[in-house]
């Protein structure tokens, strides 16, 4: 992953329509990440943002 792409967190359990999202962003310079679940994906969001040193503001756009 290049360090200048921005990251996305799709959290959705239909994964046609998380492939077809995470698609249309990475086409826009995204780096999207899925996960099907809520907890998996908040768990997962935690994970990396601890390892990385990142507050989370990033990883989702707030």
């Keep these: 992953m ?3 792409m921005r ?3 799709i959290i959705e359990d239909d994964k ?6 995470a698609t249309y962003l990475q086409k826009e310079g995204y ?12 768990q997962g ?8 040193g990142y507050s989370g503001s990033d990883v989702t756009g707030d």
């Design 31 to 42: 780096f999207a990440l899925v996960e099907n679940d809520g907890v998996n994906g908040l």
């Design 45 to 52: 969001r935690q994970r990396r943002a601890t390892r990385s």
């Design 2 to 4: 290049a360090e200048n």
């Design 16 to 21: 046609n329509t998380a492939n077809l999202v």
């Design 7 to 9: 990251r996305i967190l």
